[in-house]
């Protein structure tokens, strides 16, 4: 019960980060381009990453884990997979609204579930995946419209697009988490992030130097607010790889559906976009597929 309350605990406290990042990330859009924005939560993010391992090591006593190349390998697939669809996310913000955006993109826990199933032995019963399903159903009845036009279907189809990747680094990074061979959950978690983190950024940053360096320079001058949304992916990411290290990813990216709801709150009253009844009947349901998931933990 301890364990259970704790990944929930770190789900439930990454999701409200996250929702506070992707915000701060959408804005930033404007101002320096998606691939400016999407480089930020890394590269700004990592000194903080590094911070919570060197307080996580010196205050647990515990020496920082070897890395092993499966570790790697995971971690790496997780990192590649994770840049890719924070571009696309941010992208799709610039032409529809963050509620419905973030909506799209949570359509995912349903293959996070049988790919980690099969290529981690993450479990799964089928009460957790009648669970996982309603949830998903909910995501769908927020974003698909009725009878919608072949120029809605694109934006829905590279939201479902970034989800899938989305997923793939869900797994990637707890298949990165269980490799490592000694340590704590916590001590393995923050490790992990430092790794993923050092990746990404070194490869966003390179990619930006050579093709990119308007946006690189960009970042810096408006350094205030890629600092925050830094602060809060490290945060996020943080709490995301707590909850990997204790539960399976379809679990953790199953509890995050709440996120929609959070986004909806975030749409309607920060960027004062308009929330259907259909998109509230749609949190219903999420919720309701949540509870089951919940309720049916093994």
């Known amino acids: 019960m301890a364990d259970t309350a704790l990944w929930i605990g770190a789900a439930l406290t990454a999701s409200v980060a996250q929702t506070a990042r992707n915000a701060t990330q959408a804005s930033l859009t404007a101002a320096i381009g998606t691939v400016g924005a999407t480089q930020v939560r890394f590269l700004f993010g990592l000194p903080f ?46 032409t529809r609204s963050f509620a419905v955006t973030t909506a799209w993109i949570k359509t995912e826990p349903v293959l996070v579930a049988v790919s980690a199933a099969l290529i981690l032995g993450d479990p799964l019963t089928p009460p957790m995946l009648l669970a996982i399903g309603i949830a998903t159903a909910g995501v769908l009845l927020i974003s698909v419209k009725r009878g919608a036009a072949l120029a809605e279907l694109t934006p829905a189809l590279t939201g479902l697009f970034a989800g899938l990747l989305f997923g793939i680094s869900a797994i990637g990074f707890r298949g990165g988490i269980t490799a490592l061979p000694q340590g704590d959950f916590l001590i393995r978690a923050t490790t992990t992030l430092v790794l993923s983190l050092t990746l990404q950024a070194s490869l966003l940053a390179l990619w930006m130097a050579l093709f990119n360096r308007p946006a690189l320079a960009a970042s810096f001058r408006v350094w205030k607010s890629s600092l925050g949304a830094g602060f809060l992916g490290a945060f996020a990411s943080q709490f995301w790889f707590i909850g990997f290290s204790l539960t399976s990813a379809a679990n953790i990216r199953t509890l995050a559906l709440v996120e929609v709801i959070l986004a909806t709150a975030v749409s ?4 004062r976009q308009a929330v259907s009844k259909r998109q509230i009947a749609g949190m219903a349901v999420v919720i309701a597929g949540i509870a089951l998931l919940l309720r049916n933990q093994p």
Do not use: E
Not at 64 to 79: M, N, V, Y
Not at 268 to 271: A, D, G
């Open 49 to 94: 990453a590094v911070i919570f391992l060197i307080l996580v090591s010196q205050i647990s006593g515990q020496a920082i884990p070897q890395i092993p190349l499966r570790a790697l390998g995971f971690t790496a697939l997780g990192a590649l997979a994770q840049i890719g669809a924070t571009a696309l996310m941010l992208r799709l913000m610039q």
């Open 268 to 271: 309607r009253y920060v960027f």
